[in-house]
C-alpha cells in the first residue's frame, strides 16, 4: 500500500533506476550535478531542502516503516530489492535512496557575518569528510569548505556519513585551499590551523572570536605553505602516550572548543 497522503507509488522505470546507478560515477554525479541520498535521515535531510530532491525509489518492504517520509515526498517509485543494492552502497540496505541536485554554493557566497567555520584541505577519506560536515553541524558551524583535493562531499559514503547535516549548512567547495583561507579572513574569521606541533596549546586559545578552523590530509597534516597562512597554529595537547588524533576526533575536540566559547 501507498504512504497515507502521498500519491500512488509510480511504476518502477528500468531506465531510471539505470540512470540513478550512475551516479555512483564521480564524473557522472558531475556532468549532471545530481547525487543519491541513501537512507531515511539522507532522504529526511534532503526533503527539508525546497527543490532538492528530484525523485525517491523505494521497496515495498519500506513502505510502511517509513510512510511519514515517503508521504512527504509526495510519490516513490518502486523497485525491487536488488534494484535497491544498485542504488545503496549501504550493506543493508534500509529502501529509500532519493536522487538529489547539487546542494554545494559558491565560496564567494559565504561572506559574514559568520561565527564559526570548518575548512578541510586534502581530506580524502570520505567517512572522515562526512563526520566534519555532522560534527560542523552539531557545533552550530556556520559553513564547510572542502578545499584543494578534498574528497567529493557527493560521495556515497561521504553524503551516509553526514547523517542528514549535509542538507543542514552551506557546504562550499574551492579547489585552492589559499581562496578558502582569504575567504575565511574576507568574512572576518581569525584562521587557526589545527597543528600537532602548533605554538598554542588549544586550552590556553582565546576562542572567543570568529573562527575558522583549517584542518589537512589524514596522513600528511596540513602543507608548510597552508599552516603559513593562518593567524595561528593550535595544538591539541596529548596527555597519555597516543601519538595523535586522527582527523575526524581533532575536528570535534577543536570546533566544539569554539562552540564552548561562543557559548559560555
Known amino acids: ?33 545530481l547525487f543519491l541520498a541513501d537512507g531515511p ?18 521497496t515495498t518492504d519500506a513502505l510502511e516503516p517509513y510512510a511519514d517520509l515517503l508521504a512527504a515526498a509526495g510519490g516513490v517509485t518502486l523497485v525491487e530489492a536488488r534494484a535497491m543494492d544498485g542504488l545503496s552502497d549501504s550493506v543493508s540496505p534500509a529502501g529509500v535512496v532519493a536522487v538529489c541536485r547539487f546542494l554545494d554554493v559558491p565560496l564567494g557566497s559565504l561572506a559574514g557575518p559568520a561565527r564559526l567555520w570548518a575548512v578541510c584541505a586534502d581530506v580524502r577519506d570520505p567517512g572522515n569528510a ?4 555532522r560534527t560542523a553541524d552539531a557545533a552550530g558551524a556556520d559553513a564547510v569548505v572542502l ?21 543542514h549548512l552551506p557546504v562550499a567547495v574551492a579547489p585552492d585551499p589559499a581562496a578558502a583561507v582569504a575567504a575565511a579572513r ?3 574569521l581569525t584562521v587557526l590551523a589545527a597543528d600537532g606541533a602548533g605554538e598554542l596549546d588549544l586550552f ?6 570568529p573562527t575558522a578552523w583549517l584542518f589537512g590530509n ?9 599552516a603559513d597562512l593562518a593567524d595561528h597554529r593550535v595544538a591539541i595537547p596529548i596527555h597519555g602516550r597516543a601519538e595523535s588524533l586522527n582527523l575526524s576526533t581533532a575536528a570535534a575536540v577543536c570546533l566544539y572548543a569554539s562552540a564552548r566559547a561562543h557559548r559560555p
Open 130 to 133: 562526512g563526520t566534519v560536515v
Open 218 to 226: 589524514e596522513a600528511h597534516g596540513l602543507a608548510p605553505e597552508l
Open 186 to 188: 574576507s568574512a572576518g
Open 41 to 58: 535521515r539522507a532522504v529526511e535531510g534532503a526533503l527539508s531542502v525546497e527543490g532538492c530532491v528530484v525523485e525517491v525509489f523505494a
Open 1 to 33: 500500500m501507498s504512504p497515507e497522503g502521498a500519491r500512488p507509488p509510480l511504476a518502477a522505470s528500468n531506465a531510471r533506476v539505470k540512470a540513478a546507478r550512475k551516479l555512483a560515477r564521480r564524473a557522472e554525479r558531475a556532468g549532471q550535478r
Open 147 to 167: 578545499a584543494g583535493t578534498s574528497v567529493d562531499p557527493y560521495n556515497p559514503k561521504t553524503v551516509r556519513a553526514t547523517v542528514g547535516s549535509l542538507f
Open 204 to 209: 590556553d586559545a582565546d576562542l572567543s572570536g
